[in-house]
């Protein structure tokens, strides 16, 4: 430490004992920024993150902040375009000056916001995603279809002898990526491919699919269409009887899209992530316990994508204690082989992605069941830059 | 075959509901010359208006006319207090109805939250159709509107009121001299604009997914219809569902979804450009 700082700390410290703690914890707080969809059709998860940003942000600071200081969290909408979600990123960063960016958003922002800040700030990207991406500064917490795919597609082969696979997605980066990855694991569980289909988000007619999918005798569908495209879809998939002939994989059929599909439609429907509101292993529970105690029984129902900025603040405790200053060098080293124990169970950051336990889950009715759970899944990107 | 009959099957009820999604649309340009960008989100208060019956616990077919009811009433409010003084500005009730869009999508937000609702089919299974199973829901929706629709022509061919409107639209002075309520009958034509597509909402609700931002793609359908078959005629609102109905479902099973989609944007585009009055131009 210079003597200045030495100084400077030693003159708070003698002020901070002076005055009342809440002066102190105003002047000096730990600035943290989120990102995460208010508007535009992904702000079906605003409630839900802000609710979750929440309650990790009182638990710590009751627990005496991070390094010692109390967090002040300040939240940006990233439901709109990528260079909007840039300019809300930039004003926290120069105007609130937050000291690390926590983000649940598209793969678009996501590459946007990372351009514009350049790693002079950790940026925590917690949605799951393609993966495969290296810049340095980020940080990927959310499941790449590695995890999401490479021990549930053999599963299903065995237990529900899920053989011929139509996969079908919204036509841009994330489900292709998928199903990229998708495909040597079908073949590599004894599987073929019969369908391959991407469609544009404005599509409400899905007759077409539906035509081909019931054609090709698939046995099982891959969905990686999202958000109201996945509802529209997977409700017409069962009016026209498809859930009999064929069960249905999502990676992102979270709460709410199966409340949107509705209980008479979600026969034969299993979603793979790290993280149900059905969960209930001990790390899930004590999360999930005083959320709803918090916000009530009727509170925005928890969900893969707003949990995850839970775990944002859960690694940047770990991390920024572990560095023990908010350094984004001392950041960047500490960072690896970082540790948690979060929701999803234990957590290890390796080359700034993690290793995480994946879930599989049925649905019954508008409910998750967990019906398997897969330990300590490697992510498949390792960055060494 | 059975493939074939599957194909014409669902190209049928890909047309009928088009026309049902753009009927409102065309009432409201066909007899007043206002485009109303706001059509869409009707269709979601109808859709809406169907998830709240149901909540009540009410059956699906009071739905249909609480969903006319309430988009019938938020119509004529619109039409007193915005549209009306915009007649004949065809640019400015463009920019009005595209910012009472975004007033009624936010409505329909702080009412309903921005969840996806679900609606549960009437009737639900499926019926065998000369050896294909198809959903009965579908082939009750389908048989409704062939009645509807023919009802309407009859109506629109034979009525003392359809006889008023065409005059109206003919010349709007001359109509007001021999004592038609020109005033009134655009209120009407507005009302029942905004009601036709509450109805198409609520009936459709339990096919389709419910958000709030569910009527933009409605309003493009809707908008597509009409540039091809030809802006605000009855006959035109036939041709337009058909062809790009038909179209629709062809190129994307040739070229899958995306390809579908192009294609239905290049037809839209060339019908602007080389025939914009449509195929069929009633006015």
């Not at chain 1, 469609?199 to 077409?208: A, I, R």
């Not at chain 2, 890909?14 to 340009?29: D, E």
């Not at chain 2, 009936?203 to 908008?223: R, T």
Request: proline share 4%; glycine share 12%.
């Amino acid at each position: 430490m210079e003597r200045r700082d030495f100084l400077k700390a030693s003159l708070i410290a003698g002020i901070s004992t002076a005055l009342p703690r809440q002066v102190f914890a105003q002047s000096d707080t730990l600035k943290l920024g989120f990102l995460f969809p208010k508007s535009g059709p992904a702000a079906i998860f605003g409630p839900s993150s802000e609710t979750c940003i929440k309650l990790g942000v009182s638990q710590i600071n009751a627990a005496g902040g991070i390094l010692g200081r109390q967090i002040e969290a300040f939240t940006g909408d990233a439901g709109g375009a990528p260079s909007d979600t840039v300019q809300a990123a930039q004003r926290m960063w120069r105007s609130n000056g937050i000291v690390a960016l926590i983000g649940q958003h598209d793969s678009a922002s996501r590459a946007a916001v990372i351009g514009s800040i350049h790693g002079q700030i950790p940026y925590i990207f917690t949605a799951l995603s393609e993966g495969g991406f290296c810049q340095p500064g980020l940080y990927a917490l959310g499941e790449t279809p590695q995890q999401q795919l490479g021990p549930v597609i053999p599963y299903l082969a065995k237990a529900k002898g899920a053989s011929k696979w139509y996969l079908v997605g919204n036509d841009y980066d994330w489900p292709r990526k998928s199903n990229d990855i998708a495909k040597p694991m079908i073949k590599a569980s004894g599987g073929k491919i019969v369908g391959e289909e991407y469609l544009p988000f404005n599509v409400n007619n899905f007759d077409t699919t539906l035509s081909k999918i019931r054609d090709s005798g698939a046995d099982a569908v891959f969905i990686t269409l999202v958000g109201s495209a996945s509802v529209g879809f997977n409700r017409a998939y069962a009016s026209f009887g498809l859930d009999k002939q064929a069960l249905r994989l999502g990676t992102l059929i979270e709460e709410n899209t199966l409340a949107g599909i509705g209980a008479e439609n979600s026969k034969n429907l299993f979603s793979s992530v790290g993280y149900f509101d059905a969960l209930d292993t001990p790390g899930a529970l004590a999360f999930r316990a005083p959320y709803y105690k918090t916000f009530g029984k009727d509170a925005p129902v928890l969900n893969t994508a707003s949990e995850g900025l839970y775990e944002g603040l859960l690694f940047v405790k770990a991390v920024f204690g572990k560095a023990g200053s908010t350094d984004p060098k001392a950041f960047a080293a500490a960072a690896e082989g970082a540790t948690y124990e979060g929701p999803r169970g234990q957590v290890t950051m390796k080359g700034r992605f993690v290793n995480s336990n994946v879930y599989l889950a049925t649905a019954e009715g508008a409910a998750f069941k967990i019906i398997e759970s897969f330990q300590n899944v490697d992510p498949g990107t390792v960055c060494t830059n | 075959m059975d493939a074939s009959l599957f194909f014409l099957l669902n190209m049928g009820y890909g047309v009928l509901t088009l026309a049902l999604v753009a009927l409102g649309l065309a009432v409201i340009f066909g007899l007043l010359g206002v485009m109303n960008m706001a059509h869409g989100e009707f269709i979601a208060m109808g859709a809406y208006s169907a998830y709240a019956a149901q909540s009540a616990g009410l059956p699906l077919f009071v739905s249909l006319p609480a969903a006319a009811l309430v988009t019938g009433a938020v119509g004529w409010l619109i039409e007193a207090t915005v549209v009306r003084h915009l007649y004949k500005r065809p640019f400015d009730t463009l920019l009005a109805t595209w910012g009472i869009s975004i007033l009624l999508r936010e409505g329909i937000k702080l009412a309903f939250g921005v969840d996806y609702k679900s609606v549960v089919e009437p009737v639900s299974g499926s019926t065998g159709v000369l050896g294909i199973d198809y959903p009965n829901y579908r082939i009750a929706v389908m048989a409704a509107l062939l009645v509807c629709f023919f009802l309407l022509f009859l109506w629109y061919r034979k009525s003392h009121a359809s006889a008023r409107v065409r005059a109206m639209i003919a010349n709007p002075e001359l109509a007001a001299i021999v004592g038609i309520n020109t005033k009134r009958l655009a209120s009407l034509a507005f009302v029942i604009g905004a009601a036709s597509a509450g109805i198409a909402g609520a009936m459709l609700a339990p096919l389709v997914q419910i958000e709030p931002y569910m009527g933009i793609n409605y309003l493009l359908q809707s908008f597509f219809v009409l540039v091809v078959g030809g802006l605000g005629s009855f006959h035109g609102l036939f041709i337009g569902s058909g062809v790009i109905g038909g179209v629709a479902s062809t190129a994307s099973a040739a070229f899958g979804g995306t390809g579908g989609y192009v294609t239905l944007l290049l037809i839209s585009i060339l019908f602007l450009w080389l025939k914009p009055e449509g195929l069929y131009a009633g006015r």
